[in-house]
C-alpha cells in the first residue's frame, strides 16, 4: 500500500492561502461597475471569507487590554452565525463621498444611559432619518429596545439612546420610505459592519428597495452569513478583541445615498398625506 503525504509546511501553507484569496477575490468582483462611476456593488472592503475578516484573536497590548478591562457599560461582540442571504446589486450613488443624510444611536446599559444623558423622554423605538427618507430602529429578542432621547445639545440634533442588556442579541432594522431605492452604509463600534474594518462613507452599503424593510443581524462573514449583534462587555467587544481599540464602542452610525438619476423625494409620505387630505370646500387661508 502507498502513504499519500501531504506537505503541511510553510510553502504549501501559503500556497492554500493564495489559492482562497483568489477565490475570495473573484466573489467580490462578481458585480460589474458603470466607467468612472461609483458601483456599490463593487465593495471597497468587503468580505470574501474568512480571510478578508479582520481576525477574531486579541491583538491588543497589554495596557490598552488593561483600559478595556476597567471600562464600564456595555460594546458589540461577535456572536453566533446565523443565516443571512446577501443580494448584492448594482449601484450608483447620486453624490459617491456626500450621504444625503445621516443617523446616530448610542447604546448602554440603564446605568450607562442615566450617566450619559441629562433630561431624557422615551419615545418611539422606531425613527425617521435622512430627512424622512428612512425609518430606524434597533431589535432584541422580545422587540424593539427602549429608546430615549436627549433634549438638543446646544441647539443641535437631540441625541437618541437605546438601552440593550449584557448578552443579548440585537438587530439594526431599516426601512425605506422613499419611492426609489436607497443605498445605507452602517457602522456598530466605529466598525464597517460588512468588511470589519474601519467605518467611512466610501464603504459598500446595504441596497433597499422603495417600501421594503431590512433587518442586519450581524457583522457579514460570507454572502450567506453573519455573525450576530451581541452586547457584551467593553474588554469582550469585537472591536476590541479584533483590533485592540475600543475608543468608539457605544455607538451605531447610518448614512443614507440616493441613486444617481433618481430623485428619492418625489411622493413621499407626507406629499401623498397632503394630496389625500385636500379639501375641495376649505375655507379660505387668510
Not at 237 to 263: C, P, Q, T, W
Request: net charge positive.
Amino acid at each position: 500500500m502507498k502513504r499519500i503525504i501531504i506537505w503541511t509546511g510553510p510553502r504549501a501553507r501559503g500556497g492554500v492561502l493564495a489559492l482562497t484569496s483568489a477565490l475570495a477575490a473573484m466573489w467580490l468582483s462578481g458585480c460589474a461597475t458603470n466607467d468612472g462611476a461609483y458601483d456599490s456593488a463593487k465593495p471597497s472592503g468587503g468580505l470574501g471569507g474568512a480571510e478578508h475578516f479582520a481576525p477574531t484573536k486579541v491583538k491588543a497590548d497589554q495596557p490598552r487590554q488593561k483600559a478595556a478591562e476597567e471600562r464600564p457599560g456595555l460594546a458589540t461582540s461577535f456572536g453566533e452565525q446565523t443565516k443571512s442571504p446577501w443580494n448584492r446589486q448594482s449601484f450608483v450613488r447620486a453624490t459617491p463621498s456626500k450621504p444625503a443624510g445621516t443617523g446616530v444611536t448610542y447604546y448602554n446599559d440603564k446605568e450607562g444611559i442615566e450617566a450619559m444623558s441629562g433630561y431624557r423622554h422615551k419615545v418611539d423605538p422606531v425613527r425617521t432619518a435622512a430627512g424622512e427618507m428612512l425609518e430606524w430602529g434597533i431589535k432584541g429578542g422580545f422587540g424593539y429596545l427602549p429608546t430615549y432621547v436627549e433634549g438638543g445639545v446646544y441647539g443641535g440634533t437631540p441625541r437618541a439612546f437605546v438601552v440593550g442588556s449584557r448578552d443579548s442579541n440585537y438587530s439594526i432594522v431599516l426601512k425605506n420610505r422613499c419611492k426609489s431605492r436607497l443605498e445605507v452604509v452602517l457602522s456598530v463600534d466605529g466598525l464597517d459592519v460588512i468588511d470589519g474594518k474601519s467605518a467611512s462613507f466610501s464603504k459598500q452599503g446595504y441596497i433597499i428597495a422603495p417600501n421594503e424593510t431590512l433587518e442586519v443581524k450581524g457583522w457579514r462573514t460570507s454572502p450567506d452569513t453573519v455573525a450576530r449583534f451581541k452586547f457584551s462587555t467593553v474588554r469582550g467587544s469585537y472591536a476590541n478583541l479584533a483590533h485592540g481599540d475600543h475608543r468608539n464602542v457605544g455607538v451605531i452610525g447610518m448614512a443614507v445615498f440616493a441613486e444617481k438619476g433618481v430623485d428619492p423625494w418625489t411622493w413621499m409620505p407626507r406629499e401623498v398625506n397632503d394630496r389625500l387630505e385636500a379639501d375641495p370646500f376649505s375655507k379660505k387661508p387668510y
